[in-house]
C-alpha cells in the first residue's frame, strides 16, 4: 500500500524558513519522480518542485531561488527546504508520487499524501 505522509508545516513570519518533510513507503521509492505541491481555497493546485530518481529537480518560477527540493534514498524521504518564505506561501502543501517523467504536472502525480498547512504572516 503506497503511503505517503507529511509534516513541517506551521506557522512563520515572512522571511522566515521550514523545512517539509514526507516519508514514503509502499513503493520502490527510488524509481519515482516526487514532487511538492501546494493548493489554496478556490484555487487549483500548484506544482512547485521536483525531483527525479537521479536527483535532478525542477521549480516553479514562483518558488525558484528560495525552495529547495531534496531526497534521502536510504530513508525513503522527501524534504522541502522552503528559506525567505511570503504571505502568499501560505497554502496547504502536499507531496505526490509518479512512475512518470518528472513534471509539475498535478494531474499525472498517482499518489499523494494529506496535506501539511503553511501559514506565513506579514
Known amino acids: 500500500q503506497v503511503q505517503l505522509v507529511e509534516s513541517g508545516g506551521g506557522s512563520v513570519q515572512a522571511g522566515g524558513s521550514l523545512r517539509l518533510t514526507c516519508q514514503a513507503s509502499?513503493?520502490?521509492?527510488?524509481?519515482?519522480?516526487m514532487g511538492w505541491f501546494r493548493q489554496t481555497p478556490g484555487k487549483e493546485r500548484e506544482g512547485i518542485a521536483a525531483?527525479?530518481?537521479?536527483?535532478?529537480?525542477m521549480y516553479a518560477d514562483s518558488v525558484k531561488g528560495r525552495f529547495t527540493i531534496s531526497k534521502d534514498n536510504a530513508k525513503n524521504t522527501l524534504y522541502l527546504q522552503m528559506n525567505s518564505l511570503k504571505p502568499e506561501d501560505t497554502a496547504m502543501y502536499y507531496c505526490?508520487?509518479?512512475?512518470?517523467?518528472?513534471?509539475?504536472?498535478?494531474?499525472?502525480?498517482?499518489?499523494w499524501g494529506q496535506g501539511t498547512q503553511v501559514t506565513v504572516s506579514s
Open positions: 505526490a508520487s509518479t512512475y512518470g517523467l518528472m513534471t509539475l504536472q498535478a494531474e499525472l502525480f498517482c499518489y
Open positions: 509502499g513503493y520502490p521509492y527510488r524509481s519515482v519522480c
Open positions: 525531483i527525479d530518481s537521479d536527483g535532478t529537480s
